[in-house]
């Protein structure tokens, strides 16, 4: 077993779209998610989906520092981003700061 202790700041967020915006909101996320992923700092993106409620989706972002992930918060492509998503949501997001500690492979 390869144990590795790793510094990551883990971002994770979850988003509950309204049934008729999850095509938009997937569309809108194939635009900008590789521009999300080329952000200073941001060494993984993530997008999971809710297998019992087709409606809920997470992303994991994993950030070098938390700076990094504050810096992409005050960016255009943020603002933009969420501009496009927030109209589409269904129930408000909730969003946790983590500490990746280990990955256990």
């Given at each position: 077993?390869?144990?590795?202790?790793?510094?990551?700041?883990?971002?994770?967020?979850?988003?509950?779209?309204?049934?008729?915006?999850?095509?938009?909101?997937?569309?809108?996320?194939?635009?900008?998610?590789?521009k999300i992923r080329n952000t200073n700092g941001c060494r993984l993106l993530e997008l999971y989906r809710d297998k019992n409620n087709p409606n809920i989706?997470?992303?994991?972002?994993?950030?070098?520092?938390?700076?990094?992930?504050?810096?992409?918060?005050?960016?255009?492509?943020f603002e933009t981003v969420w501009a496009k998503t927030k109209v589409l949501f269904n129930a408000k997001p909730e969003a946790w700061s983590v500490d990746k500690m280990y990955v256990i492979e």
């Open positions: 077993m390869n144990i590795k202790h790793n510094n990551y700041f883990v971002r994770i967020v979850k988003m509950e779209f309204k049934a008729d915006k999850v095509a938009t909101f997937l569309t809108n996320f194939n635009l900008v998610k590789e989706f997470f992303t994991y972002s994993y950030w070098e520092k938390e700076q990094d992930l504050e810096n992409y918060k005050h960016s255009e492509l």
